[in-house]
């Protein structure tokens, strides 16, 4: 993923400072983020690292932060930024090219540090086994969010408070930019691999869309190696984002839009996304989302300011290009996008201008297209109408192509062939659906504790107060609200735990990120095996009515009775 020296920044509310010391010390896993154990259950340390304080001991930087908190009673309360992390990363290219090695990278870190963060209580720690074993050095530097010292004013420090003891970390944009900007410089002071990190980004990929593509891509393999087994082709090996696909899409329908018109409705027609032209920028809705993505959050190839700039080209490059040559030039264009860039090939749209009869592989990738033949017959309306009759009968020869291509590409030799197939996917259908809901059940129910849990520790030093108290009546009517959450939270968690131990918060909200990250994967594959089994189902029913002209009762395919 990182091909450049890159600068990355991470804010935590999170105020056990131990839990950033142990991921810089411990292996985790990528994924879950979870310490890797070994059989005994305990964590395995890095297998190589660097790691110093700055206005701190390296090893105590934990407890250290939480003294300062208390000093100047700052970080107390959850919604207050902890701590602050910036990571720069190294091309990998570097360590050959360049000589650069851990313990060089720690030395450029510390430094950077202390003429970036002085006076705030530091942890840098370099790893050299880079993201995804890439072999990519980077330098962690993680900070205390409270200054600990006075400092000399420095030029990009904006408020009068950001070099004195007692006050916060402040990154605006220009301190930001600041930081860019020094990364560049100690790359090229160096000579080692660097970019302009002060240009926008052309496609603006954040970590949690990346680790999203990740996640969803391995759920893909799996689900795809299930329906390998029962003699399937999966219809979808590359999984995409979200806004992935509004990328891949804004770039098809942009190299031959020549205005904004042309670009609305060949999103809309072709991709089924809605264009939104509010404040001079562009916002975009995904067909399966209810909120707009801006431009901002795509990248620059999909602003305003560009996607214009496109449409005036292609209106000129219309008028002096012969039709044919223009369509060819589009085509070109596009195929050398998808070479580019592979993730761009959309796996999933169909496309209407597309011969499927030069290629009936192509078909599988329209499935959601397949539709139920009419039967005529029964249809009242194409009795009484000759016109929608003659409409539905046009239609109805489509959808029998694209069943008997689909039959033909998936081999089904015979009826009970199409059969069995479905009902295997049924069964995976329903054991998906089950599986989602009983870890629905389980994310609720952990919902519920961390909110009477919650609920308990916010109202329990009133409660207490009141056990002391000389007039407890008096005292419960003046906190009456307050002690009624208590006792009704009191009365859950003992019905929940009878034998009294109650689970932490921290463990409550870790088994809940766990449970959330089951849930998104069951989901997903809740999604793909519903569209197989909807899929199939039509396709047999369309085989029904191809082969039985006759009008007759829909098999339900969970029956193992066979009616082919």
């Known amino acids: 993923m990182i091909t450049i020296a890159t600068l990355k920044h991470i804010t935590s509310k999170n105020k056990n400072y131990t839990d950033a010391l142990e991921y810089l010390l411990f292996q985790h896993d990528e994924f879950t983020n979870h310490p890797i154990l070994n059989k005994k259950g305990q964590k395995l340390l890095r297998e190589e690292y660097y790691i110093n304080g700055i206005n701190c001991e390296a090893l105590s930087f934990d ?8 000093k100047y009673h700052k970080n107390q309360t959850s919604n207050e930024i902890k701590s602050h992390h910036y990571i720069i990363s190294f091309d990998p290219r570097d360590t050959k090219d360049h000589n650069l090695t851990g313990e060089k990278a720690q030395t450029l870190g510390i430094k950077y540090a202390e003429e970036n963060f002085p006076g705030h209580q530091v942890l840098v720690c370099t790893h050299t086994d880079g993201h995804n074993h890439s072999g990519n050095i980077h330098v962690h530097i993680v900070l ?12 990009f420090m904006e408020r009068n408070c950001d070099n004195r003891a ?22 090229e002071r160096e000579n080692l691999y660097q970019v302009d990190l002060l240009s926008p980004s052309k496609t603006r990929i954040t970590n949690k869309e990346y680790w999203t593509a990740r996640r969803g891509q391995e759920n893909l393999d799996k689900l ?3 329906l390998i087994d029962i003699g399937l082709k999966p219809a979808k090996t590359k999984f995409q984002t979200q806004k992935q696909y509004l990328r891949d899409a804004i770039s098809d329908i942009a190299s031959t839009a020549r205005n904004i018109e042309e670009f609305r409705d060949g999103l809309q027609e072709k991709y ?41 080209e292609n209106f000129k490059l219309q008028l002096t290009t012969p039709l044919d040559t223009l369509h060819n030039i589009s085509k070109e264009k596009r195929l050398n996008s998808s070479t580019e860039n592979p993730e761009n090939i959309l796996h999933s749209n169909y496309n209407s201008t597309f011969d499927y009869t030069k290629n009936p592989e192509e078909i599988l990738f329209v499935r959601s297209n397949l539709k139920l033949v009419v039967d005529l017959q029964t249809c009242v309306k194409a009795q009484t109408s000759e016109a929608y009759a003659e409409k539905v009968k ?8 694209k069943t ?3 039959v033909q590409e998936q081999g089904f030799n015979t009826k009970k062939e199409l059969q069995s197939t479905y009902e295997q996917i049924n069964e995976k259908f329903k054991h998906a659906k089950n599986t989602l809901k009983n870890t629905e059940k389980k994310l609720k129910d952990v919902n519920e504790q961390i909110h009477f849990t919650g609920q308990y520790f916010a109202n329990k030093a009133i409660f207490t107060q009141m056990l002391k108290s000389k007039n407890k009546k008096k005292f419960r009517q003046e906190h009456e609200t307050e002690i009624k959450l208590f006792e009704s939270a009191q009365k859950y968690l003992k019905k929940k735990h009878p034998d009294g131990k109650m689970p932490s918060m921290k463990h409550l909200k870790m088994e809940k990120e766990n449970l959330t990250t089951q849930h998104t994967a069951q989901y997903e594959t809740y999604c793909q095996f519903k569209k197989y089994q909807k899929d199939l189902y039509t396709v047999y029913s369309n085989v029904e009515t191809i082969l039985n002209p006759i009008p007759s009762a829909y098999l339900k395919p969970t029956k193992s009775k066979d009616i082919l």
């Open 224 to 226: 795809n190696l299930e």
């Open 272 to 312: 089924r996304i809605k264009l939104f032209d509010k404040r001079e920028r562009f916002s975009y809705l995904h067909p399966e989302r209810n909120k707009n993505i801006s431009e901002r959050g795509l990248g620059t190839l999909c602003s305003r300011e560009y996607l214009l700039q496109c449409f005036k």
């Open 63 to 70: 407890k250290e932060c939480e003294i300062l908190n208390e």
């Open 394 to 401: 046009i239609s109805n020869l489509q959808q029998m192509a």
């Open 404 to 406: 008997i291509a689909y």
């Open 166 to 187: 007692g006050y916060k970390h402040h990154l605006s944009k220009n301190y930001l930019e600041h930081l860019q900007r020094s990364v560049m410089k100690m790359c």
């Open 144 to 155: 205390n969010s409270l200054r600990k010292y006075d400092v000399p004013k420095q030029s």
